[in-house]
Each structure stands twice: as C-alpha cells, then as structure tokens.
C-alpha cells in the first residue's frame, strides 16, 4: 500500500478572520492538526499533495459565491498551512479527481490509497473520497484532520453515501 496525503481546501477564504460567516471553521484547531498530519506523512516518506478549490473569476461568480475566486488571495492556500510538497491542484468541482493531472500524477506514483483532510468534510472531502472509490482507489477520511459547517441533513446524506461506498474513518 502506497498512501498519499491530500490537503483539501485549506485556503485563506475559509480559514482567515475575514471570511464569510458560513465558514465558522475552528481555525487554529483544524490547522494544527492539518499541520500535524502534513509533518507526519512527510516524515515518513510519503506524497502530500495540496488541493484548491477555484472558481471561475466571472462577475456572476463574484456576486454569487465571493470566494475562492480564481487569482484572488482568498484562493490561495491558508498562510498557517505547512507546505512540504510542490504538489498543488486546483479543482473547479468537488472532486478533487476531477483534474487529470492529479489522476496523473497519482499514478506516476503508485499512490493506491488517499488520506483525506481538510474542507469540508461533508462536501468537498466526501466528494474527492466518492470519487476516488468510483475510481478504484482506496480513501480514508482522517478524523482528527477534518472540519464541517453543514446541516445535519447534509452530514445524514453524506454518510450514507460514504458508508456504501466502504470508505472509512481513521
């Protein structure tokens, strides 16, 4: 087995003190436990790959959404955020597989097994986990690395859908 870890979403729009209120993260703790898990997997030797959700820099998108827009600071990775790899992605969808060079770059590794952590745990961390079981690739979703402001409606769905596709908490 061959895991990698992928850092999803840790950008300054989520995470900052200006951000929206919809994003009521706890910051400080979701980033030292990130950090946690980014020097441990780097330590012992594996890939940590960095995901950033982009949207579309378009007038809509900036009255309709106002964050993680493309080019903006608010997109980029959070400044508190260890940075140990080269390794950055950006995804316009919630599945971080969506982008081909990061299925590329998977398989010129070897990597067979992601760990997620990150944001949101219910959307975009489920999402990349669905689609990486859809792909043949194991997923597991750390529990200490992960962070959700969903509604409990939104969380009940979105374990249903991780416990048939057999992904697991570690």
Known sequence: MKPALLVIDMQNDYLCKKRLKKFSYDTPKLVGEV????????????????????I???????????????????????RGIDIVSGYCFDKLIGDALSNSKLRELIKKLNIDTLHLCGLDEFGCVTSTALGAARRGLKAEIIRSGVATVLSEDKIKKASIKLERAGINYI
């Open 35 to 54: 950090n946690k898990l980014i020097n441990k997997y780097h330590t012992e030797g594996h890939d940590v790959i960095y995901i950033r959700h982009i």
């Open 56 to 78: 579309q820099n378009l007038l809509t998108n900036r009255l309709l959404f106002g964050y993680s827009i493309r080019g903006t600071e608010g997109a980029e990775l959070y």
